[in-house]
């Protein structure tokens, strides 16, 4: 348990006390108060609202509340000093001893400090990257293959048991194109001079790889022979080819899918029938007919009866069709399918990371979750905005080989994967993200990657300096944390180790709120903290990591710079960056 959260208890316990001594109404909605540090750190440790939550339903002023909470917690061993602010908010300034005693959790716990478990073991689906399988995954991919799976980690970080999933849009019509474009490469890998890419199909340079495993699987047997007699092992085969290449360069980035599920599949079994039935039996179907689009002209558009699902029952715009004007079912049919087989697979909650091109989508798909669901069934879609690519402030060209894009193969072997992955998340996902491969890589306090994988090599080079001191340290964690840590009093250590001591509530608060940038932008504190102390050392002697002729204050800083190092690497295991033990300015 945090320390924010312990504290919250007692203050929970504490109104409990109170409501029943003041006769106080039942019902107070306590679940809403919060326990969090203040936004000016000069007014204490843990700031709570919970007189200004209670006022209202208790009928009496927050303040006077408040004056009656901050007595009793006043009260509490762990407690210095608790100040009544502004309306009826409380500043409480907690015992030096309780943030030492975290340095001595975090040694206990290792790379596991942090974890909770809020989560209680709740299945969740996280859905990302989905792309189409008709080219190799480009760098915008990156940022929602990176978002993706630092959520599914910092969710189990939280305790959920999270699988990771990736959709396959293996239907329609884009991949009989797909299979075309594939057989002109097929052809052109036989010897054949296909000439210039008819318009329409798919030109790019990578296919000519999959022409060449089709001719090598299937000789010259196809070359001449008829659509009707490939296009289908064609759209197949070049499907699972594609799908080949897109795991790998997930794999390469550091991405492990466990679930590839394909949309064909979904369909060839009758999942959409089954959404038909679902809904049919809800009455949340009629034939009826939309009106045309707003704000368009379109020529060619004619009223016409349509099979609908009543979208707007739950919250969408308008009606949304199921089927086409052929009698095919509409993609929208298809991806009701496939989240009520996710539903029926046992994930009530969904999450499913989309780029930013799909915001109109989102409505009437969480309106068909919910539908199908019958309420039951929860999904969060996070919309993850463009990536610019820079070198060095110029623009960077399209990839020779993908002909319209670069690649994320492109960026993982300029950078690394490390380096992607963290940039990544050095924005919300809703907000546009500018990676200049230039800027990326500067060793420089600009770049986040580097200021964090600094101030973790930093703390690694101290504990080998400290390792070849003759005093002979003991520096296994056990032994570390057995070291008076009330030689710990300068400001900027207490201060560090209450960043420090923020880890497992930074991870319960960014779990709940589906957002692993914050772990990113935590980083980025605790570096800017230990940074801080490590140059303060350097301009005061005294305040050096190793005291000479002071084993015993040695020993309490070396278990906090031990302790900075397990954070820093505890935050990077969840956004799956390797924390690096020699950097050299």
Same mark, same amino acid.
């Given at each position: ?145 990176? !978002? ?35 057989? +002109? ?56 080819? /594609? ?16 679930? *590839? ?36 002209? %379109? ?14 029952? !739950? ?16 993609? !929208? ?55 610019? %690519? ?7 060209? /399209? ?35 500018? *990676?200049? *491969? ?55 250590? +207490? ?91």
């Amino acid at each position: 348990m945090s320390i924010f959260s312990a504290i919250k208890s007692d203050i929970e316990v504490i109104l409990k006390d109170m409501a029943r001594r003041e006769n106080w109404p039942e019902g107070l909605p306590i679940d809403r108060v919060t326990v969090e540090p203040p936004r000016d750190a000069s007014h204490g440790d843990v700031a709570t609202n919970a007189a200004m939550v209670l006022a209202k339903p208790i009928g009496a002023k927050p303040r006077a509340i408040a004056e009656a909470l901050a007595q009793a917690l006043e009260a509490l061993e762990v407690v210095e000093s608790a100040d009544v602010a502004g309306p009826g908010f409380i500043n409480l300034r907690l015992d030096p001893d309780v943030w030492r005693r975290e340095v001595v959790e975090i040694l206990r716990l290792g790379v596991d400090y942090g974890a909770s478990a809020i989560g209680g073991g709740k299945p969740v689906n996280v859905e990302y990257v989905s792309a189409n399988p008709t080219g190799p995954l480009h760098a915008a991919h990156a940022r929602g293959a990176v !978002f993706g799976d630092a959520l599914a980690a910092l969710l189990e970080k939280a305790g959920f048991a999270v699988t990771r999933e990736y959709y396959i849009n293996d239907a329609g019509a884009q991949v009989a194109t797909l299979a075309r474009s594939a057989h +002109l490469r097929y052809r052109e890998a036989l010897g054949e001079d296909i000439g210039a890419i008819p318009e329409g199909h798919y030109p790019g340079a990578y296919l000519k790889d999959v022409g060449q495993a089709l001719a090598a699987e299937f000789g010259d047997r196809y070359a001449k022979a008829p659509e009707e007699e490939w296009l289908e092992l064609f759209r197949s085969r070049t499907v699972a080819l /594609m799908m080949d290449g897109v795991n790998a360069d997930l794999i390469a980035l550091g991405v492990d899918i466990a679930v *590839f599920t394909s949309e064909r599949a979904l369909v060839d079994a009758g999942a959409v029938d089954r959404v038909l039935e679902a809904l049919e039996a809800r009455e949340l179907v009629y034939t009826g007919t939309l009106e045309p689009p707003k704000g368009k002209i %379109l020529e060619d558009w004619e009223p016409r009866p349509q099979l609908l699902f009543k979208a707007t029952q !739950f919250g969408d715009d308008v009606d949304r069709p199921l089927k086409k004007s052929d009698g095919s079912w509409t993609y !929208f049919s298809n991806d009701i399918a496939y989240h009520l087989d996710k539903y029926r697979r046992g994930f009530a909650e969904m999450i499913d990371v989309w780029g930013a091109d799909h915001g109109g989508y989102v409505k009437r798909m969480k309106a068909a979750v919910s539908a199908v669901t019958d309420g039951a069934g929860a999904l969060d879609v996070k919309l993850c905005q463009l990536v610019h %690519l820079y070198d060095g402030g110029t623009p960077v060209r /399209m990839s020779k080989r993908a002909g319209t894009f670069v690649t994320l193969r492109d960026v993982i072997e300029r950078v690394g994967p490390d380096v992607v992955r963290f940039i990544m998340l050095t924005r919300r996902n809703d907000q546009t993200l500018e *990676f200049d *491969f230039q800027k990326v890589v500067e060793q420089s306090r600009d770049n986040p990657v580097f200021y964090v994988q600094y101030a973790h090599a930093r703390a690694a080079s101290v504990i080998r300096n400290a390792a070849e001191d003759p005093t002979g340290f003991d520096l296994s964690d056990a032994a570390l944390s057995k070291a008076s840590l009330a030689c710990l009093t300068d400001p900027d250590e +207490l201060g560090l180790i209450k960043v420090l001591a923020g880890w497992p509530r930074l991870v319960e608060a960014a779990a709940e709120a589906h957002e692993p940038h914050r772990v990113a932008f935590y980083l980025g504190d605790v570096a800017a903290a230990f940074h801080g102390l490590w140059n303060k050392g350097k301009e005061d002697a005294r305040l050096r990591f190793i005291a000479e002729g002071d084993p015993e204050t040695t020993r309490a800083r070396l278990a906090l710079v031990r302790a900075t190092a397990t954070v820093i690497a505890s935050g990077l295991a969840v956004i799956g960056v390797s924390p690096v033990e020699e950097l050299r300015e």
